[in-house]
């Protein structure tokens, strides 16, 4: 079992940043991607960015050159810092973490408990 804990959000004005975080822990797993999805209200949840070990990080199209993701591979942590943010990017923002059991093995997807990221105009 992964547990996620999430830190950061807030309210911010239009063109402000924000720096969220995510902190795995666990025993008997191997981190496969790490990454920030999103939901705003009436919407399906989408990803933001994700990053893997050896792999840039992946970001939809409404966030590239704006997000930057990076990890702390010794720590487990991921971080995604909001720059310019806009009042579309208002959303619950989600912490994934996608990991393979050793003694089990499977991949699961692991969810943070979400944190409320609230931009105004």
Same mark, same amino acid.
């Given at each position: 079992?992964?547990?996620?804990?999430? /830190?950061? $959000?807030?309210?911010?004005?239009?063109? =402000? &940043?924000?720096?969220?975080?995510? +902190?795995? %822990?666990?025993?008997?797993?191997?981190?496969?991607?790490?990454?920030?999805?999103?939901?705003?209200?009436?919407?399906?949840?989408?990803?933001?960015?994700?990053? /893997?070990? $050896?792999?840039?990080?992946?970001?939809? =199209? &409404?966030?590239?050159?704006?997000? +930057?993701? %990076?990890?702390?591979?010794?720590?487990?942590?991921?971080?995604?810092?909001?720059?310019?943010?806009?009042?579309?990017?208002?959303?619950?923002?989600?912490?994934?973490?996608?990991?393979?059991?050793?003694?089990?093995?499977?991949?699961?997807?692991?969810?943070?408990?979400?944190?409320?990221?609230?931009?105004?105009?």
């Amino acid at each position: 079992q992964v547990q996620l804990v999430e /830190s950061g $959000g807030g309210l911010v004005q239009a063109g =402000g &940043s924000l720096r969220l975080s995510c +902190t795995a %822990s666990g025993s008997t797993f191997s981190i496969i991607t790490m990454g920030w999805y999103r939901q705003a209200p009436g919407q399906q949840r989408e990803l933001v960015a994700d990053i /893997s070990s $050896g792999v840039n990080g992946n970001y939809a =199209g &409404s966030v590239k050159g704006r997000f +930057t993701i %990076s990890r702390d591979y010794d720590k487990n942590i991921v971080y995604l810092q909001m720059d310019s943010l806009k009042p579309e990017d208002t959303a619950v923002y989600y912490c994934n973490v996608r990991a393979r059991d050793r003694i089990r093995f499977t991949t699961n997807d692991y969810w943070g408990q979400g944190t409320q990221v609230s931009v105004s105009s």
